[in-house]
C-alpha cells in the first residue's frame, strides 16, 4: 500500500444554497493547510488554452487598470507566474501571493515577485506597508477557494488604492447548473458564484460590482469586476445579469433541488455505461487527472476495476494515485502507446485543446466517454 494512503483524509461534499443572500457554497469545508502546501498539484501552465487566456487576461488589465509608470498589481493565487509574467516582463510592479511554495518557486524563476502566504487581512497591511496599495488586485479561479471570503473582502478594502479594482474570474453557477457540471463541486471550490451572491457579499464591505464579462474558461467562468463604492460607473450588463439570473431561476432553491436530481441522473447513467462497457470487457481510461474527476470517481462509485488508469501531464501527478478509489495516474506517453477503447474526458473544459491533439486516439478506433452536458460516447467533443 503506497505510503500516502495512510495520510488520506476524506471530506463530505455538501453543498448549501442562502435564500437571503443567494450564495451557493460548500457546507463542509476542509482545512486550507490541507489543500494548498508545498505539494500542490495543480500548475496554471499545465494547458496551451490556459496560457492563451491569462495572457489575454494580463493585456486587459494592463490596458485598462495599470494606467502609469508606477501601477502596481497584486494577484492573489499567482501559482506558477501564469499571469503576472506579463507584467514582469513589462516591468510593471507587481506582487502574486501565492500559499503553496512549490509553484511559488516556479514562478519566482520566471522573473516574478512572489510572496508564500495566504491572502489575509494580515498579509495585506503587511503587502501595504512594503509595496503600497494596489491599483489592481487580481484573483484567477481562486478568490471561490478561500472559505473566509469577508477577509478577502476586508483585505481588498485594505489593499485597494481609492480608484483600484478588483478583478476575479470563476466557474460562473448557471454555466454549471446549465451543464449539469457536477463534477465542479470539490473540496477547493468553496463558492459557487454568480452575479447576486457576488454583488450581497461584496457590498457589505464598500465594495462595488462595475462589470462582468463571460469567459470560456474552467467550464464557463465569469469575470468579475469590483471598485470601492461609487469609484466607476456600473455597467448595463451588471444589469442585464441581475434580471437574466432572476429568469434561469438561480434566486430559487428548487433549481438548486433539480440540479441534484440532474446530477443523480448523471451518475448513475455514467456508472450504468461503464460497467455495461466492462463486462463487455472494453478497456476504459480516464484522461487527466483534474479536481473535478475525484468528484466524478468517488460519487459515481468508480474504480480501478473500471478505470485501467487516468493519464495526465503534469509530472508532480504522475505515479501517484486518484483521491479515495486510488486509480493509478500514469504519464500521457503511456496512453498515447496505448489502445484503450474508451478514454472519459475528465477535462473536458479543455475539449478543443484535447480534440487538436488526439485525432490519432479516434484513428486508432477510441472513443470518449464524456458526462457534461449529458453522458455520451462521441467521437469529438466541442468545448
Ligand atoms: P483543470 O481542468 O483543473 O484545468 O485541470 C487540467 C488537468 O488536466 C491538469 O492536471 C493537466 C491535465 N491535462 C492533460 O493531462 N492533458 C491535456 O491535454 C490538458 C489540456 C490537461
Redesign the pocket.
Known amino acids: 500500500m503506497p505510503k500516502h494512503f495512510r495520510n488520506e483524509f476524506r471530506a463530505e461534499l455538501a453543498v448549501g444554497f442562502c435564500p437571503g443572500c443567494y450564495m451557493v457554497q460548500l457546507t463542509n469545508l476542509v482545512e486550507q493547510e490541507h489543500l494548498y502546501n508545498d505539494e500542490y498539484a495543480?500548475f496554471s501552465g499545465?494547458?496551451k488554452?490556459?496560457s492563451k487566456h491569462f495572457q489575454e487576461f494580463a493585456e486587459f488589465i494592463m490596458q485598462h487598470y495599470l494606467p502609469t509608470d508606477d501601477s502596481f498589481v497584486v494577484e492573489v493565487g499567482s501559482n506558477d507566474g501564469i499571469l503576472l509574467q506579463h507584467m514582469a516582463k513589462r516591468n510593471i510592479k507587481h506582487l502574486g501571493i501565492e500559499p503553496s511554495a512549490n509553484v511559488a518557486n516556479i514562478a519566482t524563476k520566471r522573473g516574478v515577485e512572489s510572496l508564500v502566504e495566504f491572502f489575509n487581512v494580515t498579509t495585506a497591511e503587511k503587502v501595504k506597508q512594503t509595496h503600497g496599495q494596489a491599483d489592481a488586485i487580481l484573483g484567477a479561479n481562486v478568490i471561490c477557494h478561500i472559505p473566509d471570503i469577508h477577509s478577502v473582502a476586508k483585505s481588498v478594502k485594505a489593499l485597494l488604492k481609492p480608484n483600484g479594482v478588483f478583478v476575479f474570474e470563476a466557474p460562473y453557477i448557471a454555466n454549471t447548473i446549465r451543464k449539469t457540471a457536477f463534477d465542479q463541486i470539490y473540496d477547493e471550490h468553496a463558492f459557487f458564484f454568480g452575479v447576486h451572491s457576488v454583488v450581497n457579499c461584496f457590498s457589505r464591505h464598500g465594495l462595488e460590482l462595475v462589470d462582468v464579462m463571460e469567459r470560456n474558461v474552467?467550464g464557463g467562468s465569469m469575470r468579475y469586476v469590483l471598485a470601492h463604492k461609487g469609484a466607476h460607473e456600473v455597467t448595463s450588463k451588471v444589469k442585464q445579469l441581475l434580471v437574466l439570473e432572476d429568469h434561469l431561476g438561480l434566486l430559487k432553491i428548487e433549481t438548486y433541488q433539480d440540479f441534484a436530481k440532474s446530477a443523480e441522473k448523471s451518475r448513475d447513467q455514467l456508472k450504468q455505461l461503464i460497467t455495461g462497457l466492462r463486462e463487455q470487457g472494453k478497456k476504459i481510461v480516464g484522461y487527466?487527472?483534474?479536481?473535478?474527476s475525484a468528484t466524478v470517481i468517488n460519487y459515481c462509485g468508480l474504480t480501478p476495476e473500471h478505470i485501467k488508469y487516468i493519464?495526465?501531464?503534469?509530472p508532480a501527478?504522475q505515479g501517484r494515485y486518484s483521491p479515495g478509489a486510488h486509480i493509478p495516474i500514469k504519464p500521457?506517453e503511456i496512453f498515447k502507446q496505448d489502445k484503450p477503447d474508451y478514454a472519459i474526458l475528465f477535462?473536458w473544459?479543455?475539449a478543443d485543446?484535447?480534440m487538436a491533439?488526439e485525432k490519432n486516439f479516434i484513428k486508432r478506433g477510441g472513443k470518449w466517454i464524456v458526462f457534461v452536458p449529458e453522458v455520451a460516447i462521441v467521437e469529438n467533443v466541442k468545448q
Open positions: 495543480f499545465s494547458s488554452g490556459m474552467h487527466a487527472a483534474t479536481a473535478k493519464s495526465d501531464t503534469t501527478k500521457y477535462a473544459n479543455h485543446e484535447i491533439k
